[in-house]
């Protein structure tokens, strides 16, 4: 169901909140990001619901376990994308049509762009937002690997103020991050990057199909590797890059990419299967 229809079908009550038939669910409609952070605080514990993509198919599941929401779609201020000097900053709230269609990512991020146009139809890519991609903490989320290749930072912001994380310290295992309760993603900033940016994702089609082996790349003096669905998390290839810093050959490095992989077997694909996809992307990726 459309989240137009729960905001419908829910009744708002005169402080904003809404109750209502579907399993007495209650979402929180702040008008402000200063108002949504409070709510976090005061009257937690909320889940934040962005573009809802991902929390409806948790709902139409049964999954959903939470009863308690906080709508961050009004928040524009979560929507920004620019750039400074040395740093593109990205707004949790940009939607993946917002990245494939900012100048800013394009020239600078043009992986982001390649990763976000693979992401389901044109109508997830309308509501889906980079913020929720990450939060959801799927090792098979599309944005993911472009993020950790790209050395980004997570901006957490909770009412008693800011903190950054590096990307790749944001989760901390299978579907977890160091996200508190109290805090949102508020964006990410990604330092401007030299070389070529790569982005791969295979799966059983080429769009609408949640990836069994999603790849991304930077290769510059050195080489950088980030891949998702092989790995409780999303993974950066340490071991690879380390070897082909130091002369590798392609086959010593897809043999050493092959011993740092943990793919599990599930229903879209098998682990040997993923195991030699991201062999045989990585040495299409270095005679590229
Ligand atoms: C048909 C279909 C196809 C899809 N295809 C793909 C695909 O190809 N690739 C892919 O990667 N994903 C895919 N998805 C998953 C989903 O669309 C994306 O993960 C999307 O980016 C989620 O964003 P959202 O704003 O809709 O998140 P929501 O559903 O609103 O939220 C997801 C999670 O993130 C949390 N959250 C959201 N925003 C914030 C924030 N700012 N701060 C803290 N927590 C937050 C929520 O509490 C929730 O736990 C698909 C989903 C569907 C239904």
Redesign the pocket.
């Known amino acids: 169901m459309p989240l137009h229809r729960l905001l419908r079908d829910l009744p708002i009550d005169s402080k904003g909140a809404m109750t209502g038939s579907i399993a007495n669910r209650i979402l929180l409609q702040p008008r402000s990001l200063s108002d949504a952070l409070k709510m976090l605080r005061d009257e937690g514990p909320l ?11 948790s709902l139409n599941f049964g999954t959903l376990k939470e009863t308690r929401f906080l709508n ?1 779609w009004g928040l524009d201020a ?1 929507r920004t994308i620019d750039v400074g000097r040395d740093v593109l900053r990205v707004g ?2 940009a939607t ?1 049509t917002d990245l494939i269609r900012s100048k800013h990512v394009q020239q600078r991020l043009p992986m982001l762009v390649a990763a976000a146009r ?4 044109v109508q ?1 890519q309308n ?7 990450v ?2 903490a ?1 090792p ?4 993911l690997p472009v993020l950790a290749v790209a050395d980004a930072v997570v901006v957490l912001q909770s009412a008693g103020g800011s903190r950054r994380v590096p990307f790749n310290e944001f989760y901390t295992g299978y579907r977890q991050t160091v ?1 508190r309760g109290d805090e ?2 508020a964006g990410f900033e990604i330092a401007s990057l030299r070389g070529r940016q790569w982005f791969r994702k295979v799966g059983t089609r080429a769009a ?4 069994k082996v999603v790849i991304a790349g930077v290769k510059d003096d050195e080489v950088r590797l980030a891949l998702g669905s092989v790995a409780p998390t999303v993974i950066r290839a340490r071991r690879t890059e380390a070897v082909l810093a130091r002369g590798a050959s392609i086959e010593d490095a897809q043999q050493t990419l092959l011993d740092e992989l943990s793919p599990i077997d599930d229903l879209r694909s098998t682990a040997a299967y993923r195991r030699r996809v991201a062999a045989n992307l990585l040495a299409g990726f270095l005679a590229s």
């Open positions: 889940t934040p619901l962005a573009g809802c993509t991902d929390l409806y198919v961050l979560l949790a709230l993946h693979e992401i389901g139809g997830i509501r889906g937002t980079i913020g929720g991609n939060a959801n799927s098979a989320g599309d944005t996200r949102l993603i609408q199909a949640i990836s």
